[in-house]
C-alpha cells in the first residue's frame, strides 16, 4: 500500500506502521529535528489525529509516547466500510446466517484462488511469503514480513474490512484458513496478535515444519 498521506500528516504513517514511539524515534524516521516533529505532532493532536501519554520506565523522568487515536486510525482506507456493514446485516436479517456463511465462504474461495495464482511460480517457502505479502499489501493491508529465528512473521499493520469483520468474525477465520492453503503443509501459520482483540496490528507467525 502506497502512502497516500500528504507531508504534514507522515507521523500518522510512522504510528500507524510501527506502534506508539517517543519523539525521537519520530523525528529520527521523519529526518526532521526534535523541535520539527513535536510541532508536527501538536499540530496533529489539536487535529484530534494523534495523542502523548507519559510511560514510566524505571529511574528518570517518564517518557512522553505518541499513539493514534480512533480518528487517527480512521485516516486510513476501510474499503467501503458502512455499504459493506449495512449488506451484512441485510443478509442475515433477511437470509440467515447460512447465506452469510455462504458470502463468507465464497469471499474466500476467490481470494484464495487470487493468491494462489499470485506464488504458483514460487518454489521456496520464503518466496510464496513475500508474494502473499505484496498481494496483501497492494489490497491495502499495509503488509510485510520479517524473519524471527527460524520461523517469519507475516505482519498486517492495517484492516481494511476491519468494520465488516467486526460485524462478522467469519472474515478472520476465512483469512487464516486462506493463509495455511497457500503456505501448504511445509509450515505451521499461527496468529499471533490479532486487531479485533485489542493489538494494534494482526501478526501471523509462519512456522516451518522440521523434518523427523
Given at each position: 500500500?502506497?502512502?497516500?498521506?500528504?507531508?504534514?500528516?507522515?507521523?500518522?504513517?510512522?504510528?500507524?506502521?510501527?506502534?506508539?514511539?517517543?519523539?525521537?524515534?519520530?523525528?529520527?524516521?521523519?529526518?526532521?529535528?526534535?523541535?520539527?516533529?513535536?510541532?508536527?505532532?501538536?499540530?496533529?493532536?489539536?487535529?484530534?489525529?494523534?495523542?502523548?501519554?507519559?510511560?514510566?520506565?524505571?529511574?528518570?523522568?517518564?517518557?512522553?509516547?505518541?499513539?493514534?487515536?480512533?480518528?487517527?486510525?480512521?485516516?486510513?482506507?476501510?474499503?467501503?466500510?458502512?455499504?459493506?456493514?449495512?449488506?451484512?446485516?441485510?443478509?442475515?436479517?433477511?437470509?440467515?446466517?447460512?447465506?452469510?456463511?455462504?458470502?463468507i465462504e465464497n469471499s474466500k474461495k476467490a481470494g484464495l484462488e487470487k493468491y494462489l495464482k499470485a506464488?504458483?511460480?514460487?518454489?521456496?517457502?520464503?518466496?510464496?511469503?513475500?508474494?502473499?505479502?505484496?498481494?496483501?499489501?497492494?489490497?491495502?493491508?499495509?503488509?510485510?514480513?520479517?524473519?524471527?529465528?527460524?520461523?517469519y512473521m507475516l505482519i498486517e499493520n492495517h484492516c481494511p474490512i476491519c468494520v465488516a469483520a467486526q460485524v462478522?468474525?467469519?472474515?478472520?477465520?476465512?483469512?487464516?484458513?486462506?493463509?495455511?492453503?497457500?503456505?501448504?503443509?511445509?509450515?505451521?501459520?499461527?496468529?499471533?496478535?490479532?486487531?479485533?482483540?485489542?493489538?494494534?496490528?494482526?501478526?501471523?507467525?509462519?512456522?516451518?515444519?522440521?523434518?523427523?
Open positions: 500500500m502506497k502512502n497516500i498521506l500528504p507531508e504534514n500528516e507522515k507521523a500518522l504513517w510512522i504510528l500507524k506502521t510501527r506502534g506508539p514511539q517517543p519523539l525521537t524515534v519520530i523525528a529520527e524516521a521523519l529526518q526532521v529535528t526534535v523541535e520539527g516533529a513535536r510541532f508536527q505532532l501538536l499540530k496533529l493532536a489539536s487535529d484530534g489525529l494523534v495523542e502523548a501519554s507519559n510511560v514510566s520506565k524505571g529511574r528518570g523522568r517518564p517518557q512522553q509516547i505518541w499513539s493514534l487515536t480512533a480518528k487517527g486510525h480512521s485516516r486510513f482506507p476501510d474499503s467501503h466500510a458502512e455499504l459493506t456493514v449495512r449488506l451484512l446485516n441485510t443478509i442475515r436479517d433477511t437470509l440467515g446466517t447460512d447465506a452469510l456463511d455462504t458470502v506464488v504458483s511460480q514460487e518454489h521456496t517457502l520464503e518466496d510464496r511469503i513475500n508474494k502473499l505479502v505484496e498481494a496483501r499489501d497492494a489490497e491495502g493491508y499495509m503488509a510485510s514480513w520479517e524473519k524471527d529465528g527460524d520461523d462478522c468474525q467469519g472474515f478472520c477465520s476465512a483469512e487464516l484458513e486462506s493463509f495455511r492453503q497457500i503456505i501448504g503443509e511445509e509450515a505451521e501459520v499461527k496468529r499471533e496478535d490479532h486487531l479485533l482483540s485489542g493489538a494494534r496490528r494482526c501478526a501471523y507467525r509462519i512456522s516451518p515444519k522440521r523434518e523427523q
